[in-house]
């Protein structure tokens, strides 16, 4: 719904099309009004004003130099002037100015009432869907590297959503890789940063470095690069499959990977003498499946890091791997436990219990399974995880009188990492049903809180921008809001609040319809007799009139 603000100097001019708007069932307009363009002003700097429909002639500020206003606060808005005025002077200054309109008062109410739908019109067209649609395609190919980039280090870290959506994402984003096919990973790491004088020239080697690999890799291998951690660059990579037309999926496979080795010889080579970089990689021998890849980026990413023992250039294959074990559980392993366990922590705030517990199987069987030391290792960040969250929702102590939180710091109460698991579980399930009836609770309280407001100021301003004010929530927000909070439109439940006091003092009252009206908030007696009898089939004087037959 757009917003309208009517200004003039004269009250019964103001009152009038407020009236004129509001009886004319096709424009669906939330309508505000000013007596001088000095509180017009006080309503643009309140809030988003869509059109306005002002007097040109006006005490102090007049129309021309309030338009200037409008336009420097809300450049969008649609201004039609209505004046006296036939000089042709106002005209030229307000067409200058981008004015929608420029109408006589003597034109009559028809030529108003088309102004105003032509200004409707032209805010609609100017966000037509394939207008914006265009837009944002434009917008998307500019940021598309960085989509790709965000959206495939997702992967790279295991994300469940990201997977969860992997084949409409490749393909929004145009990622030149297949979901149903496996992928090899390739990093590769600068061995003399200090080459880069800054971060433009840091940014503008790498990409240098991105573009020699691609010019090497584009004849035999699908693939896609990004950079991460400052200097480190990740390749996923698939096989061009059927390159030659007659080999088999898992030639294509074996081949691309025989061609991936040899090409990183290569691409160190013009690195260092194109570029003047030293550059090593860690190169994985096997394609693994989509969800496996963030494991194998982990252990790509260890080996890495260990081959600054080993010099500068350095080549490392899925072989090297050993050097980034330890003696009892993979780094690999535990970082990325280390990290379901950071996941769970947002789900657990973020009250996505789906996801929250089906992760938290997976980890319960992943940290089942290594060495003592490591179960221990994670039942404890477990126990940062709850303490944390408890002490921040203020429910520990209430919770502490309800729940055995003594056996929480303590491993070995458990009998085992199975109870120990479902202690946690069980846990688990409770914060999240605290959270739901606080959620349920905060809801019903804040529609309270709305609907007792508009009982006690129903002869006030009940304007959405009033009482986004008065919740400190955006209009529009709290619009939403409230429909999925209560079921139902604010505005209905404030035209309803306004038509029950009505009734009461249409049955109990002497007092004339007129004045009802204004009792109610109704900007005019015109208005009102309009949605009263869409609402009850009968104007204000035939439902007293029949109210009183029955006394």
């Not at 004269?10 to 363009?37: F, H, M, N, P, R």
């Not at 000089?87 to 008062?105: N, T, W």
């Not at 496979?253 to 013009?270: A, D, N, S, W």
């Amino acid at each position: 719904m757009y917003r309208i603000l009517i200004v003039d100097d004269e009250a019964y001019i103001v009152q009038g099309l407020i009236g004129l708007i509001q009886k004319t069932e096709d424009l669906e307009l939330e309508v505000y009004k000013a007596y001088s363009a000095s509180e017009a002003l006080n309503w643009l700097d309140r809030t988003k004003i869509d059109i306005v429909l002002s007097d040109i002639s006006m005490p102090g500020v007049d129309g021309l130099s309030l338009q200037k206003e409008i336009i420097r606060l809300w450049p969008r808005c649609r201004i039609i002037f209505l004046t006296g005025y036939s000089d042709f002077a106002y005209v030229k200054e307000a067409v200058r100015h981008q004015a929608v309109d420029y109408i006589l008062k003597a034109e009559g109410d028809d030529v108003i009432l088309r102004s105003i739908s032509q200004a409707i019109r032209s805010l609609d067209q100017e966000f037509a869907g394939a207008n914006l649609l265009q837009a944002a395609s434009d917008q998307l190919q500019k940021a598309l590297p960085a989509l790709q980039k965000e959206y495939l280090l997702d992967v790279l870290h295991g994300e469940a959503k990201a997977l969860n959506h992997l084949p409409a994402q490749l393909d929004n984003l145009q990622i030149p890789l297949r979901p149903e096919h496996p992928v090899l990973l390739v990093v590769g790491k600068v061995d003399d940063e200090q080459k880069f004088g800054g971060d433009s020239d840091r940014a503008l080697l790498l990409y240098a470095w991105q573009n020699v690999a691609s010019e090497l890799l584009n004849d035999s291998a699908r693939h896609i690069s990004l950079v991460y951690d400052r200097s480190n660059v990740v390749w996923l990579l698939q096989p061009i499959v059927g390159h030659d037309g007659e080999q088999t999926m898992q030639e294509d496979y074996k081949r691309t990977v025989r061609f991936v080795e040899g090409c990183l010889e290569t691409i160190q080579e013009h690195s260092r003498r194109l570029l003047r970089l030293k550059v090593s990689f860690a190169f994985a021998k096997q394609f693994v499946r989509w969800e496996d890849a963030a494991e194998k980026f982990e252990a790509l990413q260890l080996t890495l890091g260990r081959s600054r023992y080993l010099g500068q250039e350095v080549l490392l294959t899925e072989d090297s791997f050993q050097l980034a074990m330890t003696t009892g559980f993979p780094q690999a392993g535990i970082r990325k436990l280390s990290q379901q366990i950071g996941l769970l922590e947002g789900y657990l705030e973020s009250g996505r219990r789906d996801e929250f517990f089906d992760l938290y199987e997976s980890l319960a069987k992943d940290a089942g399974e290594p060495v003592p030391a490591v179960r221990v290792l994670v039942y404890h960040r477990l126990i940062v995880l709850f303490v944390s969250y408890m002490t921040q929702e203020g429910c520990y102590q209430s919770l502490g009188e309800k729940w055995q939180l003594t056996q929480l710091t303590r491993y070995e109460s458990h009998g085992s990492w199975v109870e120990a698991m479902a202690y946690f579980r069980e846990l688990a399930e409770r914060l999240f049903e605290l959270k739901a009836m606080d959620a349920q609770q905060q809801s019903h309280h804040l529609v309270a809180k709305i609907n007792q407001y508009i009982e006690k100021n129903l002869t006030g301003d009940l304007s959405l921008t009033r009482i986004g004010e008065w919740l400190s929530l955006n209009p529009y927000y709290l619009s939403r809001l409230y429909k999925q909070l209560a079921g139902t439109n604010l505005t209905d439940t404030i035209a309803e609040a306004r038509l029950e006091r009505a009734r009461k003092l249409l049955l109990h009252t002497n007092l004339k319809i007129i004045d009802i009206a204004a009792q109610v908030g109704f900007e005019s007696n015109a208005y009102f007799h309009r949605v009263f009898k869409k609402a009850t089939n009968l104007t204000p004087h035939e439902f007293r009139e029949r109210a009183n037959s029955f006394k």
